[in-house]
């Protein structure tokens, strides 16, 4: 049965971006946001993670129309095949991952269920389709090609005078800060224009902040708003700023490492009234330093060691060492890497596809959802 909306009629989004949102359930924050993570995504081995959404495919399968779409576009790095196809069709409440022949090993469709399963489908149910593209896309970044942000980590209790501060850093633009959900926060004014619940502790609410920081020209207007002197709490007197050797004070050990590894900043404003403290913690997007499973801190690196080339023939095998600077835990697994696949349908010279994509190709392989 032929679907009543053909694969051949969407444009393809590149070079501009890399999503197709016909059915207008994102915004256009969260369309640069993702363009954002997408060139992110891209700048690792070619790898291409495209997003296409639409209203309805008007009848048919839905993962044979997704996955035509992806050999149509070609996505993916042409000798790697590490592409990555994220499908929606909200109004069949359907939702598909298509991941590239590279990818598309057990693990790797393990990955692609997991994003489906804990990212997806439980927005979806819950109507918050535009929070649950943005989390696929963030989750696939992460899951697929290791692109991820530090999500903020819960740490020992906090002196109770200390309000927590989360805000997009408009001195670091690279990416949304981690959050910490759990605390009582303040939200400055930008961050908080969309609010929506992130079941993984994911920072949602700062990708609306950080869409319109892209959005603002270089975010000079929020620039100003995030280094206004604020207002205190309890007392309403104007905060200071403390500098950086006065921070440290009111930092704990694991905090003043993150600062040194620079993981994540802190701002300490102090109220001249009250001797109120409120703590601003703004997480870096791009560092190599995640978490810590054991105390928390982002302090926690990984090691990687290839093993075993993959190569066409065979897989590889990774060995990755992770290892926390603050508490000292050190983690070692090992990884399969998938074989290599060359593409069939592009001649040997440059390989870019006319879709503007890199000309990889799926093999059908990944997740399918409904709701
Ligand atoms: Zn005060
Ligand atoms: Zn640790």
């Not at 839905?62 to 994220?86: S, T």
């Not at 942000?149 to 949304?176: C, I, K, N, Q, W």
């Not at 908080?192 to 920081?213: I, K, N, Q, Y």
């Amino acid at each position: 049965m032929r679907a009543a909306l053909d694969p051949a009629t969407i444009p393809s989004p590149r070079p501009a971006g890399w999503v197709v949102d016909q059915a207008h359930v994102l915004s256009i924050a969260q369309i640069a946001e993702i363009n954002r993570l997408g060139d992110a995504v891209h700048a690792c081995d070619g790898a291409e993670m495209a997003i296409i959404v639409v209203p309805t495919i008007g009848g048919g399968d839905h993962r044979a129309w997704a996955v035509r779409l992806f050999n149509r576009w070609e996505i993916g790095d042409r000798v790697r095949n590490n592409g990555v196809l994220i499908f929606v069709a909200v109004g069949d409440r359907a939702a598909e991952i298509v991941l590239g022949a590279g990818l598309d090993s057990s693990e790797g469709r393990a990955r692609s269920d997991r994003v489906m399963r804990d990212e997806m489908l439980p927005r979806f149910r819950e109507s918050e389709n535009a929070a649950a593209i943005v989390a696929a896309a963030q989750a696939c970044a992460r899951e697929f090609f290791d692109v991820h942000f530090t999500p903020a980590a819960p740490t020992a209790a906090p002196d109770p005078a200390m309000m927590l501060v989360e805000a997009p850093d408009p001195e670091r633009a690279s990416g949304p800060p981690p959050t910490r959900p759990a605390k009582p926060t303040t939200r400055s004014a930008p961050a908080s224009t969309t609010l929506h619940g992130s079941r993984s502790g994911l920072p949602v609410a700062v990708f609306a902040g950080v869409g319109v920081l892209l959005l603002g020209g270089v975010g000079a207007g929020i620039a100003v708003a995030a280094s206004r002197p604020r207002r205190c709490g309890r007392c309403g007197v104007t905060m200071q700023k403390l500098d950086e050797v006065a921070d440290d004070q009111h930092l704990s050990q694991g905090e003043r490492l993150e600062e040194r590894l620079g993981s994540v900043d802190y701002t300490i404003w102090m109220c001249p009234g009250c001797s109120a403290v409120e703590k601003r913690r703004s997480g870096r997007w791009f560092t190599r330093f995640s978490a810590c499973p054991q105390c928390g801190q982002v302090t926690s690196s990984d090691l990687k060691t290839t093993l075993q080339h993959a190569t066409e023939w065979s897989g590889g095998l990774v060995e990755i060492r992770e290892h926390c600077e603050h508490c000292g835990r050190t983690h070692v697994y090992r990884r399969s890497t998938p074989r290599i696949t060359r593409s069939s349908n592009s001649s040997g010279s440059g390989g870019r596809s006319s879709s503007g994509f890199g000309g990889g190709r799926s093999s059908g392989g990944g997740s399918s959802g409904k709701w």
